[in-house]
């Protein structure tokens, strides 16, 4: 379907779109990225390395897209992932909730979340709830607390981010908080987009950089920039620090940043429900490979010990099926729904959802497959070099 005034046919529009509408310092902070950004490259070009084995007769007429990723039943092998303060409009992560709940899939709710974990479970019950290793251990059990009250159907122990944030093409100014005095700083960069500033200006609420569900419910959580630095002044969990957290929480745990074998193995040892295999999306140590070079080996490393999921890159169903078909169980998308609600809110959303799920079926129907589950690494063509960590 061509792109029209309401819709988009890909998401490389949705980016573009996302680009016209948002100030210029929002829409760096969704495209992100660190240091030269070869990593952020790297997550999108390789899965344009590889090839498919496609057939010509026999194809299925109907193709099922679907699965579970700890024990949430998904329509498509898609979920959206966590990204904190996602006040790039008005009703932020309700409008992410609402759009994954009509699409029939699950979606990741940050700690750094703008919108209270109650209002985002109303909106979508298939919600997993991430955590940051930050605080002491009484502050990590009350926010455990508070997701298992809401509802949260697992937990995505968030681990690779090494506080990296330099960028060569420039980190955007964000305020820690939106007073008068900041909107008249930024009002040259916002008066160019009219459009976004009359969204709030209708809703009649200003941006929200505030991050409720570190705090008691109905309190008024610390700025994002507070709640970071109390992250930054954390010391790192250990394995066994890990093992607490996944015994504390009791429900289904998902280890998100491995990139390496061994991390993999440990986290099966320690009792985790899942993994995902991340860079965090190339904002970490850049030069780590993309995210889809190091999913061969992990998935091997682990066998059917646990689920695999992939995040990193993906910007097409045919992206899904290429990791499904290395070992992925499903993948984790960012950037993707983020450009979506920026150009179009919670429609936004749907609308990519939509573009993944129709490329999925593109792919599946070429590969001659009536199913996600029957895709092996067979139907994929990977030249030589192109895995890593293995």
């Not at 579970?68 to 992560?93: F, K, N, R, W, Y």
């Not at 998935?299 to 045919?318: H, M, P, T, Y």
């Amino acid at each position: 379907m061509a792109s029209t005034r309401k819709w988009f046919e890909t998401v490389e529009e949705a980016r573009r779109r996302a680009k016209k509408r948002v100030p210029k310092p929002v829409y760096l902070a969704l495209l992100a990225g660190t240091e030269e950004g070869r990593t952020l490259a790297d997550n999108v070009a390789a899965f344009g390395e590889l090839g498919w084995r496609p057939r010509i007769a026999d194809l299925p007429a109907i193709r099922d897209q679907s699965t579970t990723v700890m024990g949430q039943e998904l329509s498509l092998p898609v979920i959206l992932s966590p990204t904190g303060v996602q006040a790039v409009h008005p009703d932020g992560e309700v409008a992410v909730a609402r759009a994954a709940a009509a699409a029939g899939t699950a979606m990741g709710l940050s700690s750094f979340a703008s919108k209270p974990i109650e209002e985002v479970i109303a909106a979508n019950p298939k919600t997993f709830f991430q955590a940051y290793w930050m605080g002491g251990r009484d502050d990590i059990l009350a926010r455990l607390d508070r997701a298992k009250r809401a509802g949260a159907q697992g937990l995505i122990v968030t681990l690779d981010w090494t506080f990296a944030h330099r960028r060569d093409w420039g980190s955007p100014t964000l305020p820690d908080k939106v007073d008068l005095k900041t909107m008249v700083a930024f009002a040259p960069s916002v008066v160019t987009r009219p459009r976004w500033l009359a969204a709030f200006l209708r809703s009649g609420r200003l941006p929200d950089l505030t991050t409720p569900n570190l705090a008691d419910v109905g309190s008024r959580g610390p700025t994002f920039f507070g709640a970071y630095g109390q992250w930054m002044g954390t010391p790192p969990p250990t394995w066994a620090d890990l093992a607490w957290l996944r015994e504390q929480w009791g429900g289904p745990v998902l280890i998100k940043g491995v990139m390496h074998p061994d991390d993999a193995r440990r986290a099966v040892d320690i009792g985790a429900s899942a993994i995902s295999v991340s860079n965090h999306g190339g904002n970490n140590l850049d030069s780590t490979p993309a995210s889809i070079r190091a999913l061969p080996g992990i998935a091997k490393a682990v066998g059917n010990q646990i689920e695999v999921v992939l995040d990193g890159g993906v910007r097409r169903g045919s992206d899904v099926v290429k990791a499904v078909a290395l070992g992925a169980r499903a993948v984790m998308v960012g950037r993707p729904y983020l450009w979506g609600m920026a150009a179009g809110g919670e429609t936004g959303v749907v609308n990519v959802l939509e573009i993944l799920r129709g490329g999925i079926d593109s792919a599946l129907l070429g590969l001659g497959k009536s199913s996600i589950h029957d895709l092996t690494p067979e139907d994929i063509l990977v030249p030589d070099g192109f895995t890593r960590g293995m």
